[in-house]
Structures are given as C-alpha cells and as structure tokens.
C-alpha cells in the first residue's frame, strides 16, 4: 500500500505532467526512496495509482538501472567502473571490497547493510577512482580509506 | 583571460545565492531581453555569436532553435529542457557549472526559453550530482521567489515554470530524443529524427534540449554582444570552453580556457603533464566516444573544426589519458563495455554488435584471441557507422576503438601471438556483469 | 506519383509512402523485420538498408534503412549494392549471435520470416563464438507457447499487442541484449487477439500452442481458403489440415475484411471439428446398429420425409447452400428459421435497415479510418472482436488526418506518430449496460438499460435533423451529452454508427438508424455496422423465412409431424421445455450436424454435416458480404455437406429442380436465380470448372511430403487422389504453381518467402492494399434510401417490482456454441453467473459470490452474483450461450423469489 505521504508526493509530480503516467519514474522513486527497492506489490500499487498496467511500469522500471526491482541492503555502493577510475586503478578497490564485504558486485551483505554494484562514470574523473554509498560521494580513493569510510554505515 | 562561465566559482565555496548573483550582475540578461529584444531577435544574436552545443554535437544553438515553430499558430506550450545528464565517460565539467552557479544555469534557460517562446522548462539532472540538485532545488525556489520564474515575468507577459527531474541512471537519457522519452516516463529508447525535437518533442510539442555548458554561455552573450562572445575564442570557434584532462596526469581537473587552447598547453600547462614514471600514448579529446589522439596531435588547438580533421571530436572536451602502463586492449575493452551495457537495445547492431566487440575484446585481452578477431572488430568499426545505427551510442563507440585499432594495433596483434596481456600482472580486467 | 530509380532502373511508384514498402510493392526482394505493413515503421531491427545516392553523379551513396526513408521523386537507390548487401547479412549475422539456430525443432520452421531473410541476405557461416544468452520461458495460456531464445527483438510483439490490439500484459523488459519480451509474471495472455503474435513475431517465440498438440510444417498441411464462423463478421482464414485433422486457422488477408489479424475465437475455435463429440457416422435410432452408412441413412431419411409433414428449421450457422436446399426440399411454407423469435426479428430489422436505409456497411478497412464513431448496445469485443480492433484504430484517426499531417510526419512511422499524439484521441462514444474493452479509448461513455440507450440515440438524430423524432423529458445533461455526441459526428469527414443485436433491443436498432439517416441528410459520409448473432444470420435473413415459434405451433396443432434439423441445436433457441415437448411431437425428428448436442441426442436420423474445414459454402457477413470457403480435404462418403444432404435426398424424392443440379455450381445458380438480391454469389469465386493453363489450383504446397506413404498402413499401393468436383481445387500439390484468383488462396507463398504474412506482399496490388484481382467477397446490399424515420421512441425504463430485467451478456469465449467445443478455447470460458447492479445488491442483501435465485419463462437459475456498476438498478445480466446456463430468451423479466421493492424510479439523464 501506498502511504499517504507517498501519495501525497506522487500527486504532486502527476499534477506537474499531462497524463498520471507521465509521472510513473517519479512514482517510481518516491516509493523506492522508502523501502529502497521496488518490490512486486509496490509495482502494483504505484501502477494502479498511476494508470499503468503492471507490465507497462515493469517495462520501464526494468529500463532504468537504478530502479532496484530486487531488495538491496540499508546503504548501497556503486563502484564507478568507467575509463578514468579505470586507469586510475579503481579495480584495487573493487578488490578490497569484494573481501571486506565478502560479496561480488549485485550481492548484499548477509546482514543486510551493504549492496554492491558497478556504476558507470559518475561524473568526478579528476578525483578518480572514486565510489557513491547513498547519497554521499567519494573521491580519490584509496584502499586504506575502505575501513573508515565504510564504518560510518551502519 | 576572461572566464566568464566560472567567474563566479570557487571550489569548495557554496555558490552565490541569488541575492549575491543580482550583486555581480547576474539576470541582468534575462532584463535585457524581456525589455529590448523580441524573440527571434534573441535567436539572431546567438546564431551571430557562433555558439555552438558544448554537449559534443557542436551544433549552432541559434540555428538550432530557428526550427522551433513560432509565433500563436505554434503548437503550445513549448519546452525547453536543461540536458545535465552528464554522463559520458571521462566528463565531469558541467557538475562544475552545476554545483558551482545555478543561478548562471537558471538565467540561461530564462533566455533560452524566451528565445523559442517556451512556458515549461526542465533540468533534467543526472541522478548521481547530489549537491547540484540541492543547489539547483534551492536556487529554482530563489528565482521563483524573485520573479524570474512562474507567471508575468518581471511584468513582460512571459511565463516560465521550471522542474528538476532526477534521472535514474541510463547513459541513453544523455541523447535528447531518449531524454525526452524518460522525462515522458518511458524507456529512454531515442527516437528518430525527423520528426526533430523542435517540431514533436516533450509530449509531442515543440522542444529544444540544450547542454548545460550552452546554456550558462547565453547570459554572457546576451550581456556582452556576438562579436565579444566570438572574440574569446583563438581560432574560429567562438567563446570559451570547459576543458578537463583526466588520467596519470599530476593535477587533473576541469579549467575554463578559450576556444581553441592547444592540446598540449592543456595537459602540460594546467593538468601539470605526466605523473612521474608514465609516458604518454594517446588521449580521447572528448570523452568516451571520441577518436583517440596522439602524440602528433598534441599542438592542435582544441576546437570543433581542427580536433575533426585530425579524424576525432572535441566532444565534452574533457579529455582522459592514456598512459604507458595501460594497457590499450583494456582500456578499449573497459570502454565497449560500458557502451555495450548502456545500449537501449532498440537497433540490432547496437544491442548486438556492442557485446560481441566487449567479448572479442575480452578473448584478446586474456590472450585467448584469434587474428580472425581483429577482422570481426573492424567489420564492426565499418558498419556500427552513423546512420547504420539508429542514434549515436554505437558509432560513438566504434570511434575509440577504431582509432585504437589504428594507433595501438600492434599491441592488439601481441596480445594474439603471445597469448596474453603484456601489460598483465597478474590477471586481465574482468567487466562487471 | 514519383520516379525513382533502383539500379539504375526508373519505376514510378506512389510518393509519399517508404522505401521499402515501395521496393515490396515492386516485387523487389528486400528483407526486413520490424516494419509492418499494418503497423508501419519504427527503424529498429535496421534490415532494410539500401543505398541512396544523391544524385546521378554520386557514386558513393550512404546507407539509408529503407522504412525510414519517404519516396521522393528523382531518388536513386541500389539495392544490390554490395555494401549494402555486406550491412543486410551482418544484420543475419548480428541477430544470430543468440538465435538458437534450432530450426529442426522450431515449430516456426518453413514458415519461418527469420529462415527467408537470412536465405534472403546470403549470410551462411557463423562468425560469432561465444556463449549465447538464455531466457527462461513463461506459461502464456491455453493459445500459445513462448520460447524467448529465439528473439530478434525487433518490437513487433509488443507493438501489435500494446500499441496496435490495446493489450496491456505484454511488454519488454530490461535493456541493452538482455532485452525479454513476455509479461510482468506468467499468465494467461489477456488480449482477445493474442493468437495474432504466432503470426506478427517473425520467429519462433510465439507459436500456436493448438498446433503444437498435432504439429505440422506448412509445407506438409493441405489448405484452403476458409471463412470463420465464429462470428458474424467473416474474416478469411485458411483451415490446414493433415492425416483427417485439422492442424491449424492461420490469417488469410483480405484487404477490406480482416487485414492481417484475426481474433483468438476466430484462430483457436477450430479444433471443435477434431472433437470426440463429432458425428461421424449416420444414425438411424429405430434399427441396431443405429450407426450406418451413407445410403442406408439416405434411404431412412427419405422414407421418413416421404411419410410424414414436413418442416425444416434452418440454421444461421450453416451456408446459405444448405439452408436453400433445405427451404427447395421442404417448400418456402415450411422453412423456418432456427433461431430465437427475438433474434429472428432483430436480424431482419437489421437487414431491413441496411436495404432501405441511407448508408452502407463500412468493412472493417473502412471503419479502422472512421474519424467519429459512436456505439449503441455493443460489446464489440465480446460480439465481434475483429470490429472492435478496427475501432480501436479508429480512435486515431483524427489526430492523424489534423495533427500529424500538420506537422509533416508521414503516417507510416509510427512511433514518430505515435510521440507527436500522445494520448490524444478521436471522437468514440459507447452507450451500453455493461463496460466494454473499447470504454478506456471512449470520448464518453453512457451506461443505461436499453431503452434509455435508444432514448439518447434519438436525441442525438433529433439534434443532427430535426426531422428525426423528439424525444421528450430529457434533462439538462443529456441534452449536454446528445449535444457532445452530435456535434462530433458532424464534425467528422467519416462518421460511423455501429449497434447490433446483442443487446436484444429494436429500441437501439431504430436509434441507430435515425440516427444515419439524420446524419445523411444532412449530406455526411455516414456509414452503419450492424452486429449479428452468427456468421451467417444475415444470409438467413436473405433466403426469408418463418419465425421458429410457428415451426413450434406448426408441430403442436398437427400441421406438421416430421423436422429436418439443419446444423442447430435448439435448445440455444428456445426454453427446453419447449423444446423438449417439440421435439417429442413429432414423429420424425431428422437433424443434420457436425456434433453431439441436446438437440441431435434426440433425433430420429441423424447425418452427419461436414463442418466448414469438410465443406463448401457461401456465408454472408454482418456488412452483407458473400464470401466463399473451401472444404479443406477429402472426407469419407458418409460425411458430407448439408446441402449435399438434401439435394441427395431431394434427387432420390425426385424432386424436379433439386434432380437437374448436377452439383454445387447448380445450386449456387439456383440461388441466384431466385433471389436477385443474391445473385452476387456467383462471383464470390470462379466456377468449379476453372483452370488456369488446364489444371487446377493445388491445395498442397509443391514440398507436401509424405504422400505416398502416409496410407501405406491401410495398402501399399497409393490410391488415385480424392477429386474435387465442386471447385477447381485439387487436392494434390498437382496443379497450377503460379498465384491463384484471390478468393481461393490456399496458402501465401512466394519463393524466397515463406512465412504467411511476408509472403502476402507478392499477392497484393501494392504492400498492405488489395489483393491482386481484389479482395475476397461481394457486397450483395446497397441502401435503397427508401427508409423513414423510426418514431418508435422508448420511454424510459422502469423497474418492476420483485423482478429483474435480465439482459444479455456476451462472451468472446463461451457465447458462440462451436468454438465453445474447442479446448482450448473451453479453458477461457468464465464460470456462469449474473451480474446485478451494486445498489439492488445492498437491497436484495446478496453479495459477489454469492447465489441469487431467479426464473425465467418458468426456467429457474442459480448463479453466483457478479456486481456491477453500469447495470442500471431493476436490471441485470446474464451470459448468453455459456455451457451452463440454460437459455432464455433476452431480454426477460425474470422473476426474484423474494419480494424486492426497488427505490422509486432511479435517476437516468434521458
């Protein structure tokens, strides 16, 4: 079920668009942004409040990769993969994670706290190699600064 | 040297609010072409200036908009959008702008707008540039707040409303018919030209996406005149530009510079040359999906026309560097993957093309390629050209792997008769998923 | 009209249309996949490349995808050349990287539009080495079987059946080659025209699963031309059968009827004629065996005839042969129609309304370019599907001809279309008592019992001509809707009024009629589409006859002691009481059927009728169209059609004009002879003594394998092949190769092109028209313009007390009695019940599920409650014709057992 916050949020964006949805990505988020993935039933509701049929929100939502259509941990990490961190050896990152988390990229931490996932470039290649954990960035990154950083989740 | 995009930008320093904006001159544009200039007056000014789309197709934004149908009979309302989904490879200088001086963004697509008679404009941001949609969130309520945006504009009869919308990933949503269909909320498959943008764009009315970089030129033009504007640049190109250098260099970073700034003078005087101990191979000018570059190249200015015949793109501008201790076959493998994983999957070429090159390019590195090989990436460099492909994604792709079939083949055919990586430590990249 | 060059070889074409439809049209063999020529371009699957040159002096050329590019005069382009050809086989080369390359096994296979293309493009060897990707497959229902290894992802799927068929459960998923094409979760497809996707996907991903449970490739299927008789609208199929059974329905196009596309009770109603329940043998009840053969059931069946008083009660689902002979063997006196009284009525109103009235019947092609359409009592998907789908295109219609012309977009490139529409659509107004699938496209819908329905259809008339009668008491908002729906009917260039029988009401009939005459008068290109019960009530309605109820007194007060029961089970007709005290007064009861139901149970003789796939006949449609179908293969001598039947029975009666028939064409000249209006039939195809070049049109492709064999169980020496003495078909693969007179196209092939639909393109006059020589049928009506208008103005409904009034409620699968014998069909039949308005619910204290008890006619049901909204209160609906529930005539009073007093009189607007 849709929270009425949800709801609340979801007209909003509707009212900004000409048909309801329009609004699907938004919706989309709003949902996501609570439970941190979209899960079946959520797909559902936020079809129905937005005039979609499930297979048509799935269609986009499948699209996008960050609309995560399975459950991910409370903080996720995405590894920018792209040329710069590349060449700046983003890969001993990865490396170190890969161990200190004891999951691959696309798994979560058997206690929930952490998923892992390549990203393509975000965007700060003269700070390579770099990482996102939620909504917070970070750049020239090294490997013993793995411990610390990840410490501030939990 | 005039830098008059990031005049106003200290790293590290919050950017100007609105109140401090208006304090050094800022809407001042936005004044002078609600009170003196029509429309299309606004669109010969910057036709004249020679500005041309700083998103990598260098197209003259004033032609550009001169496709929009104007005037009551138009179909309405127009929009106009804000392309800062930067997302190419390599690129990192419209976060600058974006994080560093909304408001300069939001007074050009106040002129951009008035320019094509738009009510409904969008910033269409990518999802990872947090700050900048906090600044951006902030500085729309601020010029809301102040009359430059919302009904009767400053008392002229215009009226623009303006979103930010977040994308959710998707390197596609950077081309402009693939943004529109995801701020549509659709899949962000492009859409074919014609019908172009400007006659059925964002829900089917007349639209024009222009760059971020693009748009934070139009203040400065319309303040400060064509000829100013064409004056910045050293060669032919017009104003000045956001170059980057990313890689083993020893101060990478994004600097405003003239048009048509040497190569050379970029990576040596302001990304400080080579880190100690890595020479210098070859370097894509613009971004993932342009030609590389080599040493010869190194004294051309970077410009659209010369970076072209040397056989590239100035794309973004933003360069990234190849250096000694890389290995090329990796590089361009870390590079098709990222495109073949970004492909929308419309066209067959693209969608399968695209991952066929990443696992040749994969067999090679591990040293498991074939000479057949190297025949099969080049029938792909020939046929994945413009206009085979249904957008730009896969010809955007073949350009740095055609040119480091040129540049580096003999490192492609090593890595065939030795049977492995020369540059190998101990084990090859591994593409993620 | 243009000049363009191919190769340097000037042709001049159609401007305005693409490239590639173009090159089709010219019989030029360019491959491709996603475009179709229903559903137009999208430029994804970049097959169709050719070269374009500037002008004559650029030698260079660029690659141009041919579907994208418009016709413009002076335009030079190469197909052979060979970069082009280079780019078309790596195209092959690209899609095959996944492609299973697992034809053998592929059902698919030698139909296959992927095999033709990559013979086509001359790519031949693999380059590509690397690990395929894999899908797992869903469970898509009863229809078809979805295997996703082999996708191409051109977007054809989810075009047709999103975007083209309104589907909503089928979509694509993910992106970049990960790309998956089915629905959100497994499930039964919801679209009534899903089958359609075996025949849109140019691969092996959707295929029929009815023809999977006995497959065959085409090449080994004997066929013919068919026509369905699932409904009344007569789409043209082709029937394919092997080893006596009837393997498939694929679409066979009619550029005017059907198009491309048929519905799913159309394409999977077939496999009643392979059901346990078919009769095939004789009966003869009095004598043990009862089983017999073909003259000894002949020789009872005469006697019985001879000895008694005669009537025959005619059928609506047989051809208009068998219902003639039938009405020649008993005497016009004595031929009655076997339907309900009620349907009997309304049918010849319908026909009436088209003979005398001021507009014809639009075909389907025409309605899908209506720009203003307005539906009164119809559930079109429920009644006749395929109309609804052209509606549904419709719908698109004025936002094409003002704002896509506007912008210059040529209308072939559909997404660009598409984008510049959006949701905009045109003007569609439903009035019903039920929703409709069509109600989401609907301008405005208007939900109220029929009576009230044919008040705001008179309004409307009235408003569009005053001369149309008045209709008194409307409220102020009624007045507001009539007025909405008036207005956009003439502002249309092609306004279209469609009703119909379904919902049992003369009321709406005559509504819709003024309706058309109001808009005629005022000088509109109006046009009318009438639905009727079955697929050849119209031709019934044609040969005229008496209503069923005086077939019933005819028997019941001694004027008649003896039936012949042509292809009807009765107990569909009338109560069973009645039928059952009929059927038992008489002495002799002869029926004629395919299969075993309530009514042959009870014959005294019975012979068993060849169904379409055995027989010949002439059906007309709901636009009054005759068309032809073909029997599909030889059967043994003691099945055979109806009308075959009666004339033996007639010629050993020696009656004089059956006796001088020397076979079908005779009949057919008899018919035409006696009925003017008719006399189109003779044209519906070539004679049966047609060849071409001395022989005759095979119904066998020339790769039909196994024929030597395949009776070599039963003897060694293979028999002299059946002969087919009433139409030029053989049943061999012997005969002429080359394109055969369109209304008897067994099958579409072409060398190099193979699947049905592709192949298509060779037998048209230009790519997605007319076929060549024209399509099938002839229009047997032209409105006389003779009609007035109705005054027979309804007052309003009003509920009576501790009664309902039952409405009928139509079901695509499960209100059509032959296709209901299919299993797979059978597996899509809703459970019965009734649906009543939610309000009277409240009233009567039942709730969803629960059982409501009712009688009509002294027939009492029990059926679970559905609620509804639209019902209007004192109202409710039934299912006609669901396996069940037992008939009654709607609408009907049916009478509650429980003392209900509805609210005074509810509120309605007309």
């Known amino acids: 079920m849709l929270t009425a916050e949800e709801k609340h949020q979801i007209d909003h964006e509707i009212s900004l668009v000409p048909s309801p949805k329009n609004a699907c990505i938004e919706a989309l988020k709003i949902v996501q942004q609570r439970e941190g993935w979209v899960s079946d039933e959520s797909l559902k509701d936020v079809a129905e409040y937005v005039g979609m049929s499930t297979a048509e929100l799935d269609s986009v939502a499948t699209f996008y990769n960050l609309i995560f259509r399975r459950p991910v941990g409370r903080h996720v990490i995405l590894l920018c993969d792209s040329i710069s961190c590349y060449v700046m050896g983003y890969e001993d990152i990865k490396e170190q994670l890969f161990n200190k988390l004891s999951i691959q990229y696309g798994q979560t931490t058997a206690d929930g706290r952490f998923t892992l996932l390549p990203n393509c470039c975000l965007g700060t290649c003269d700070c390579a190699p770099a990482l996102m954990i939620d909504n917070d960035l970070y750049r020239n990154l090294t490997v013993d600064q793995l411990d610390e950083i990840l410490s501030k989740y939990t | 040297m005039e830098k008059p995009l990031t005049q106003h930008i200290v790293p590290g320093r919050k950017p100007l609010n609105l109140k401090e904006y208006e304090q050094v001159g800022g809407y001042a544009s936005v004044r002078k072409v609600l009170k003196e200039m029509a429309p299309q007056e606004v669109q010969t000014l910057v036709k004249d200036s020679n500005l041309r789309g700083r998103g990598g197709a260098g197209f003259n934004t004033g032609l550009k908009w001169s496709f929009v149908p104007m005037g009551p009979e138009a179909a309405q309302p127009k929009y106009l959008v804000a392309n800062a989904d930067e997302m190419e490879p390599g690129t990192f200088k419209d976060r600058l702008l974006l994080e560093g001086n909304p408001h300069q963004l939001i007074e ?175 370097l894509l000018p613009g971004g993932a999906s342009t030609d590389f570059l080599v040493e010869e190249h190194l004294d051309l200015p970077m410009d659209y026309p010369s970076i072209q015949a040397a056989g590239s793109r100035m794309g973004t501008g933003t360069m990234i560097i190849l250096d000694d201790q890389t290995c090329p076959v990796g590089f361009t493998l870390n590079l098709q993957h990222f495109f073949a994983q970004e492909s929308c999957g419309f066209c067959t070429p693209c969608r399968e093309g695209l991952p066929w090159v990443e696992k040749i390019l994969l067999a090679i590195d591990k040293g498991e390629g074939k000479p057949e090989h190297l025949l099969t990436l080049d029938f792909h460099t020939k046929y994945l050209g413009p206009g085979n492909t249904f957008c730009a994604l896969a010809p955007g792709a073949m350009e740095p792997l055609q040119s480091a079939l040129k540049y580096f083949r003999e490192d492609f055919e090593r890595h065939i008769h030795e049977h492995h990586c020369p540059w190998s430590k101990s084990k090859v990249w591994q593409p993620s998923i | 009209m243009a000049t363009i060059y191919i190769d340097n070889h000037p042709y001049d074409v159609q401007a305005g249309k693409n490239l590639l439809e173009t090159c089709l049209t010219l019989g030029k063999d360019l491959p491709y996949f996603c475009w179709h020529p229903a559903m137009g371009s999208i430029g994804a699957c970049r097959q169709c490349a050719v070269k374009v040159y500037k002008d004559e002096n650029d030698t260079k050329g660029k690659l141009f995808m041919s579907c994208m590019e418009q016709v413009r005069d002076g335009m030079r382009i190469s197909i052979a050349d060979l970069e082009a050809k280079e780019f078309r086989a790596h195209i092959i080369g690209w899609l095959m990287t996944n492609h299973p390359h697992d034809c053998a096994v592929c059902d698919e296979g030698g139909a296959c539009h992927l095999q033709d293309m990559t013979v086509m493009t001359g790519h031949n060897y693999r380059q590509y080495s690397f690990q395929k990707r894999t899908y797992r497959n869903q469970y898509l229902g009863p229809f078809l079987n979805h295997e996703m290894n082999r996708c191409i992802q051109c977007y054809r799927c989810v075009r047709y059946y999103k975007d083209y068929a309104g589907g909503k459960d089928l979509d694509v998923f993910a992106a970049h080659n990960h790309l998956y094409f089915g629905r959100a979760e497994d499930g039964v497809l919801e679209s009534e025209f899903s089958g359609n996707l075996a025949e849109v996907c140019p691969t092996g991903v959707f295929t029929d699963k009815t023809l999977k449970q006995h497959y065959t490739r085409k090449w080994d299927l004997t066929s013919a031309a068919s026509v369905c008789h699932h409904c009344s609208l007569g789409c043209n199929t082709i029937a394919g059968e092997r080893y006596g059974t009837l393997r498939n329905i694929t679409n066979r196009y009619n550029g005017e009827v059907n198009g491309y596309f048929l519905c799913d009770r159309g394409r999977f109603g077939y496999e009643f004629v392979n059901s346990p329940g078919r009769i095939r043998k004789p009966l003869v009840r009095s004598r043990l065996p009862e089983a017999t053969e073909k003259y000894p059931a002949l020789k009872a069946a005469t006697s019985a005839i001879r000895a008694g008083r005669v009537i025959g009660i005619g059928s609506p689902r047989a051809s208009l042969e068998s219902n003639y002979v039938l009405k020649k063997l008993v005497g016009e006196d004595n031929f009655y129609h076997g339907v309900s009284d009620v349907d009997h009525d309304l049918v010849d109103l319908s026909l009436s309304i088209l003979r005398n009235g001021p507009a014809r019947t639009p075909s389907l092609r025409e309605v899908e370019k209506a720009d203003a359409v307005f539906i009164l009592g119809e559930d079109l998907t429920n009644t006749a599907p395929m109309l609804a789908l052209a509606v549904r295109q419709s719908v698109r219609q004025k936002p094409i001809l003002e704002e896509v012309s506007q912008a210059k977009i040529p209308v072939w490139q559909d997404a660009a279309v598409r984008e510049l529409v959006q949701s905009e659509k045109g003007p569609l107004f439903i009035a019903h008592y039920t929703p409709t699938k069509l109600d989401e496209l609907a301008t405005q819908t208007f939900f109220d019992s029929t009576d009230t329905i044919a008040r705001l259809g008179f309004a409307v008339a009235n408003i569009i001509h005053p001369d149309s009668p008045e209709v008194r008491n409307i409220s102020e908002e009624g007045q507001e809707l009539a007025q ?29 009629a003024n309706i058309v005459q109001a808009l005629v008068a005022r000088e509109k290109a109006a046009g009318i589409s009438l639905v009727v019960p079955e697929c050849n009530s119209m031709g019934l309605a044609l040969l005229g006859g008496h209503k069923l109820e005086s077939a019933f007194e005819a028997v019941m007060n001694g004027y008649a002691d003896t039936v012949i029961i042509l292809e009807n089970d009765l107990y569909r007709r009338a109560g069973s009481t009645t039928i059952d005290q009929f059927l038992k007064s008489c002495k002799q009861v002869i029926a004629l059927d395919h299969l075993h139901n309530a009514t042959t149970e009870k014959a005294d003789i019975l012979l068993p009728a060849a169904p379409f796939s055995e027989a010949d006949g002439t059906l007309v449609n709901n636009e009054g169209r005759a068309q032809r179908f073909f029997q599909v293969h030889p059967v043994p001598e003691e099945i055979q059609e109806s009308w075959h039947w009666l004339a033996e029975i007639g010629t050993i009666m020696a009656i004089e004009e059956i006796s001088s028939w020397h076979g079908y064409d005779d009949i057919v000249k008899a018919i035409a002879k006696e009925y003017p209006e008719l006399e189109g039939i003779t044209k519906t195809a070539p004679p049966s003594g047609f060849r071409i070049a001395g022989q005759r049109i095979p119904r066998e492709p020339h790769r039909f394998s196994g024929r030597t064999s395949m009776l070599a169980n039963l003897n060694v020496s293979e028999p002299k092949p059946a002969e087919d003495p009433d139409s030029p078909l053989s049943y061999t693969m012997e005969g002429y190769r080359g394109q055969p007179p369109s209304s008897m196209i067994p099958f579409f092939w072409t060398p190099g092109w193979n699947s049905n639909q592709q192949a298509t393109n060779k037998y048209q006059e230009e790519v997605g028209g007319h076929l060549k020589g024209g399509d099938p049928g002839v229009r047997l009506l032209a409105p006389a313009g003779t009609a007035s208008y109705s005054t027979a103005v309804p007052q309003r409904f009003v509920p009576l007390e501790g009664h309902l009034y039952m409405l009928p409620l139509h079901h695509t699968f499960g209100s059509e009695e032959l296709s209901n014998q299919s299993p797979s069909i059978r597996e899509r039949i809703p459970e019965p019940y009734v649906a009543i308005n939610s309000t009277d619910a409240i009233r009567m204290k039942v709730d969803e599920g629960q059982l409501l008890s009712f009688s009509i006619e002294g027939q009492v049901y029990q059926l679970p409650v559905r609620l509804s909204q639209t019902i209007p209160s004192g109202s409710a609906g039934m299912p006609n014709g669901l396996p069940g529930v037992p008939f009654a005539e709607l609408p009907a009073w049916a009478i509650l057992n429980r003392d209900i007093k509805w609210k005074q009189q509810p509120q309605t607007t007309f």
Request: charged fraction near 20%; aromatic fraction near 8%.
């Open chain 3, 484 to 512: 909405q729906i008036a207005d956009a009917l003439m502002a249309a260039k092609n306004p279209l009024i469609i009703s119909g029988t379904s919902s049992g009401s003369e009321r709406v009939l005559k509504a819709a």
């Open chain 2, 108 to 282: 050009g697509m106040i002129v951009a707008a008035y320019a094509i008679e738009a009510s409904i404009s969008y910033v269409f941001l990518r999802w990872a540039y947090k700050v900048a949609a906090r600044e951006i969130t902030q500085a729309i309520q601020e010029a809301y707040a102040a009359g430059y945006l919302g009904k009767n504009i400053l008392g002229s009869g215009f009226n623009l409303e303006m979103h930010l919308h977040t994308g959710v990933g998707r390197y596609m949503c950077g081309e402009e018919t693939a943004l529109l269909n995801a701020l549509e909320g659709k899949r962000a498959n492009p859409r074919a030209k014609p019908p172009f943008p400007q006659v059925s764009g964002l829900f089917g009315k007349p639209t024009i996406v222009n760059n971020v970089e693009t748009l934070c030129n139009l203040p400065h033009i319309i303040n400060n005149g064509a000829e100013w504007f064409k004056k910045l640049g050293l060669t032919e190109d017009a104003g000045t530009k956001l170059y980057g250098v990313s890689g083993r260099v020893k101060k990478p970073g994004c600097w405003e510079l003239p048009m048509g700034t040497t190569i050379r003078e970029i990576l040596e005087e302001h990304a400080g040359g080579m880190q100690d101990g890595y020479l210098f191979r070859g």
